[in-house]
């Protein structure tokens, strides 16, 4: 049985930083492309970061880009995001999702296996 689980949530203050794992158990990290995705109250998800296999290749959606990074330790079958220059705005419940395909892709459907969420939230 596949799972993913985050962690590293919680509450900070614009302009702080946070970083957030997510360790997957029941299948090899180096499977997967992994993403980050996130909902706000009221909101549809969104995509954040996504990551190829190998992790040579990442992807930001714009309203992150240079701020956030995503990464990946194979071995420790962990994928991270580091969350630098928080906003208001960017409070959401964060999830990391899974694609066999090992592409680093924004869209949804193509991921098979999600975590559960951890909540962001940042004052202003």
């Known amino acids: 049985q596949v799972q993913l689980v985050e962690s590293g949530g919680g509450l900070v203050e614009a302009g702080g930083s946070l970083s957030l794992s997510c360790v997957v158990s029941?299948?090899?990290?180096?499977?997967?492309?992994m993403a980050w995705f996130r909902q706000a109250p009221g909101k549809e998800r969104e995509f954040v970061a996504a990551?190829?296999?190998?992790?040579?290749?990442?992807w930001y959606t714009d309203t992150v880009r240079g701020r956030f990074t995503i990464s990946r330790d194979n071995a420790k079958d962990t994928v991270y995001l580091q969350m630098n220059s928080l906003k208001p705005e960017d409070t959401a419940v964060y999830s990391c999702?899974?694609?066999?395909?090992?592409?680093?892709?924004?869209?949804?459907?193509?991921?098979?296996?999600w975590g559960q969420g951890t909540q962001v939230t940042v004052s202003s």
């Open positions: 029941g299948r090899a990290l180096s499977r997967y492309g």
């Open positions: 999702a899974g694609n066999l395909l090992g592409i680093a892709s924004s869209n949804t459907d193509e991921y098979r296996d």
């Open positions: 990551i190829t296999s190998s992790g040579s290749v990442t």
